[in-house]
């Protein structure tokens, strides 16, 4: 079993509607989340993280976790064409010699189209 | 305010030859993590740094080896390169933020074994 998972893509949504991409982690140790997107030939960029079971909301994304499940999700509302990207889900660890370490999924491919 | 520099950010390299990798952090931050990332996949964790300590170390060959310096600067030297080194390299600048470690990157090193 990977220590993270993200949905297989590629995701396809149409412009306005919501995308979904949704993560799974094994280690129950974890405290941090992390959702990065990443352009093609660019570098990851953090646009959300969470750490408290529920709902944290920012502009158009939210990210929800659900430690009991190990589960963590990333709603984007009113998709655009801008969003396009690969999203990468990280997980962090409890510290320790887990500090700064990072654990990511293979990420989702989202395309958005008009 | 400068975000993470990393150079060179393109090189090409022979079989069996040595490359030095190198990161600047953001103004503040003393840790820092490098992570490759192949095509297709999601960053794979190298090293950790945190004030000139390694503090991390993912599951990589001993002829990946890194460093951090007084002004919390790091240089990532791999030797012997192989074909399969041929990746993105990337460079974290992490801050410690009592419950989470948000950590950014750099615009990364894309190095072509040849």
């Known amino acids: 079993q990977k220590e993270v998972e993200q949905n297989s893509g590629p995701l396809s949504v149409p412009e306005g509607a919501i995308a979904s991409l949704n993560c799974t982690y094994s280690d129950r140790g974890s405290q941090s989340f992390f959702w990065y997107r990443q352009y093609s030939g660019k570098s990851p960029e953090l646009i959300m993280f969470?750490?408290?079971?529920g709902d944290k909301e920012d502009g158009r994304f939210t990210a929800q976790l659900n430690k009991a499940s190990q589960y963590v999700s990333l709603l984007i509302r009113d998709s655009q064409p801008s969003d396009s990207a690969t999203y990468l889900c990280a997980v962090q660890g409890a510290g320790g010699t887990s500090y700064g370490k990072l654990t990511f999924g293979q990420g989702t491919i989202l395309t958005v189209h008009p | 305010d400068a975000g993470v520099t990393q150079s060179p950010t393109h090189l090409i390299k022979t079989r069996g030859q040595h490359v030095t990798l190198r990161c600047s952090p953001i103004?503040?931050?003393?840790?820092v993590s490098w992570y490759q990332q192949v095509l297709g996949q999601g960053p794979q964790f190298i090293f950790q740094?945190?004030?000139?300590?390694?503090?991390g170390r993912g599951n990589f060959p001993d002829r990946f080896s890194a460093r951090q310096f007084p002004n919390y600067s790091s240089e990532l030297n791999v030797n012997a390169l192989l074909l399969g080194d041929s990746a993105l390299y990337l460079c974290?600048?992490?801050?410690?933020?009592?419950?989470?470690?948000?950590?950014?990157f750099g615009q990364g090193t894309r190095l072509t074994v040849v």
């Open positions: 740094y945190y004030e000139k300590e390694e503090r």
């Open positions: 103004s503040g931050h003393k840790s």
């Open positions: 969470i750490y408290s079971n």
């Open positions: 974290a600048s992490s801050s410690y933020r009592g419950r989470y470690t948000e950590a950014f």
